[in-house]
């Protein structure tokens, strides 16, 4: 099981022996801030996903996708939807992907 996002960072700043002030001067937002994103009071804004990912010298398409599959999968969780859920979403995702590209096609 992945951890929770806020999870993650807290691991990536202590395993590179930050401190909260110095990766929130980093991010660009105060220590309290990124103390309660840790905690996951609050959410990560995904705008500074490029900046996270620069300090850590991660990939931050790899980030990205963490950030947005939990906010997916806490907005079910708390929706209580079932598995089937995902299946059908992921369906759309790709009927909506197909139709996107279909059009392309044709405008050329």
């Avoid at 202590?14 to 991010?27: F, S």
């Avoid at 079932?82 to 995702?93: G, H, I, N, P």
Wanted: charge should be positive; include cysteine.
């Amino acid at each position: 099981m992945r951890p929770k996002f806020g999870e993650y960072i807290r691991k990536l700043r202590v395993d590179n022996e930050l401190t909260l002030t110095q990766l929130a001067a980093k991010l660009g937002i105060d220590s309290a801030n990124l103390s309660k994103i840790e905690t996951g009071k609050r959410d990560f804004d995904e705008k500074r996903i490029s900046i996270l990912a620069a300090v850590f010298n991660l990939n931050p398409e790899e980030l990205k996708e963490e950030l947005l599959s939990e906010k997916i999968a806490q907005k079910l969780y708390k929706l209580d939807c079932s598995e089937k859920v995902l299946y059908l979403a992921e369906q759309k995702v790709k009927y909506l992907r197909h139709k996107h590209t279909a059009q392309g096609k044709l405008k050329l």
